[in-house]
DNA sequence: ACGAAAGTACGACCGCTGTCAAACTTCGAT
DNA sequence: ATCGAAGTTTGACAGCGGTCGTACTTTCGT
């Protein structure tokens, strides 16, 4: 079974699920720029395109980021016009490392009783 | 108050636990040989000293594991004889960063199902 | 008092990673 | 057909972080 949203060629492949490690995971959610990205999705109800997250570096520096997120197994990327859009792999996400996301999100939300 | 164990002028200050920042936690987890000590003191009943872990790094490489976990408000230090004992500040942490911490270790643990 | 045990401190080295600029691609709208 | 919008790719650079060896400190046991 694939894991791809569509069939984009313009998209490298996502990994399946079962393939994450939590080496990977951490490595990806280390950096503020990518956990940003991950809370924001967290509590969007709906995918956000890459433009549309307001990050404060360049282009190219964000692609790697999203890039590093999508190898990771966090988010799944799809294309729709020229917009790369970005979905959280929530659900996939917490069969494997449960209550890893959310605690890392609340604890990132909470720098201060 | 204060959060030093003992009163050792040989072991630098332990941070208070609401000085801990998530950014400085995850640095300090994403290093392998670094979860594997959290991964240890988690299921040990006891405190265990710098040598006890069977580390495969060199002791000045070990030290600065222990610097970094320390510094991150992970562990608490304190002298007993020669050795340096380690303990995993558990409830203190829970705290602050609910469910993070066993997160991390239930996902260390099980990276295959 | 002497030596071994347990770590620490200090430099040095090296690879990795976040960053950017510049050139390029792909799609949509005019 | 052309132009702009949205991202990607590539290459380069700089700084950080893990690693080690060596020298040093402190304590315990004999």
Redesign the pocket.
Known sequence: MSYDGGMDD?I?PHPDVRTITLQQVL?AL??P?RRSIVTRLWDASADI????FGLT????????????LREAGLIR?Y?V????MNGLRRDEFEEVFPGLLEAIVTADRAPVG
């Open positions: 313009r490298p490595e280390v950096d720029v395109r890459c433009g549309g570096v360049s282009n190219s520096t964000a692609t790697h980021h999203f890039r590093v990327q294309y016009g020229t917009s790369r």
